[in-house]
């Protein structure tokens, strides 16, 4: 057995940082990454042995938890029949239709492989659907590292981006215009000055990327009627909440709080693979049209629809469609908020969260953020010292404080409660 500080130094001689994809990498908290030998149910363990609770969930797509029984029996299933044949499958079209009779504003949708390519699909989508090139995205959301995405505001409100990543050339995002999500007279001016040239709009309803900010029922009504009124596409990134805050996802929240409401599109992944790699994006019938091989837009992909992915996902669908699903593992997470809460109010310390389904944050401060310039002024020192002390109590957090954590239906009520009772000693300790 190699420990973990092993793994780590035999990792980064063969793979980028020794990762492959840079948050495992705990730059932002410190320390040594975790090297994950298995799951079980809520739990995953190291390579040293050592148990943890699982918040990160793959980042979203374990809502029922490693292991779960009817899904891997879906996919032992599958794959004995086949990993991948490039050819069309009667899965796909399940699939295809459970999506869409979850979700009412899609009436069609586009199986791919990850959240980036679809994002990234769905931008493309946008621009030919619209003859328009520029598109609006928020400063702390993430929608995949597609170039054109991967980009900061600019110094000044009509300026468009400057790119985030070396290597995507300024021309690449002179087309993105990037806003400070919440704020609703940056919206105003941006249509006002260029609404006859947006393209779309794409944000995460529920902001993930930025540990867990809402956007507000004014901003999102006030995004809703400037797309509408100057024929630009709102497209949903709901890569991270889609039927993981709701059965519906975000756009289900949204639409009962705004009488009407519906995204122009949508994005999915992470819950609709369940652990295997697989995304969607999805439209009208209309909008979807104008894809190839039907339109003009082009789009393709060796894996997309996977049958042993689809097989995961259908099954994962399957099971957190039943009654009462989401009204317990809302619950479930609810409390946890409400612990860590509790207990940091017990120890002086200042902490807010909050949660939707199973999807929770928290922050060490006094309000929830409203955008990313306040969830990055928020305590970090303290974020990184709690993290570790919860890591060294066997409780798995996300390792940055600009991430969003994820309760399983495996979550057992005891694993809750010893989740907030690791908290309280660790804020005790002055974590
Ligand atoms: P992927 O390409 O990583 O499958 O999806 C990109 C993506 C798109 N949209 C949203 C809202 C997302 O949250 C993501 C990916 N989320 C990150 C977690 N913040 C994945 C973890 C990682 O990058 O390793």
């Known amino acids: 057995m190699q420990t973990n500080d092993e793994l780590f130094t035999r990792a980064q001689r063969v793979i980028p940082g020794g990762v492959n994809s840079p948050v495992r990498a705990f730059r932002a908290v410190g320390g040594t990454p975790r090297f994950i030998a298995r799951g079980q149910g809520a739990y995953i363990w190291d390579a040293e042995g050592r148990r943890y609770i699982d918040y990160i969930g793959s980042w979203g797509p374990m809502i029922l938890g490693h292991g779960h029984p009817a899904v891997l029996e879906a996919v032992q299933k599958a794959a004995l029949d086949g990993f991948s044949f490039g050819a069309p499958t009667e899965r796909e079209i399940e699939l295809a239709e459970a999506i869409v009779a979850l979700v009412p504003s899609v009436e069609q949708v586009r199986l791919v492989s990850s959240g980036t390519e679809a994002g990234m699909s769905a931008i493309r989508l946008a621009r030919g659907c619209t003859g328009r090139s520029k598109i609006v995205k928020f400063e702390g959301c993430y929608h995949g590292h597609a170039d054109a995405l991967l980009v900061k505001a600019g110094s000044g409100l009509a300026t468009f981006g400057h790119p985030t990543s070396a290597g995507v050339p300024a021309d690449v995002v002179k087309h993105t215009l990037v806003l400070e999500y919440n704020n609703l007279a940056q919206i105003d001016e941006a249509f006002a000055t260029q609404g006859t040239e947006i393209a779309c709009v794409i944000i995460e309803p529920i902001a993930g990327n930025m540990n867990f900010v809402r956007a507000s029922v004014p901003f999102m009504t006030r995004l809703r009627e400037l797309c509408t009124k100057h024929g630009a596409m709102l497209v949903f990134d709901e890569v991270m909440t889609g039927f993981r805050v709701a059965l519906g996802g975000a756009q289900s929240v949204y639409a009962k709080l705004i009488p009407g409401f519906k995204p122009d599109m949508s994005v999915f992944g992470k819950v609709i693979g369940g652990g295997m790699p697989l995304a969607a994006f999805g439209s009208t019938r209309e909008v979807m049209g104008q894809l190839a091989p039907l339109g003009p837009v082009y789009q393709a992909g060796t894996l997309s629809g996977n049958p042993v992915a689809t097989a995961?996902?259908?099954?994962?669908?399957?099971?957190?469609?039943?009654?009462?699903?989401?009204?317990?593992?809302?619950?479930?997470?609810?409390?946890?908020?409400?612990?860590?809460?509790?207990?940091?109010?017990?120890?002086?310390?200042?902490?807010?969260?909050?949660s939707e389904g199973g999807m929770f944050g928290f922050f060490f401060a006094r309000e929830l953020p409203q955008n990313y310039g306040v969830v990055m002024a928020t305590d970090k020192e303290r974020f990184n010292r709690f993290f570790h002390a919860m890591l060294d109590a066997g409780v798995y957090l996300a390792p940055a404080l600009y991430e969003a954590g994820f309760v399983s239906a495996a979550h057992s009520a005891e694993d809750i409660a010893a989740t907030v009772h690791a908290a309280a000693q660790a804020l005790a300790a002055k974590a």
């Open 312 to 354: 995961c996902g259908l099954a994962t669908l399957e099971e957190i469609g039943k009654p009462g699903f989401f009204e317990a593992l809302s619950a479930s997470t609810r409390t946890l908020v409400a612990g860590l809460q509790g207990v940091a109010r017990d120890a002086g310390v200042p902490l807010v969260g909050d």
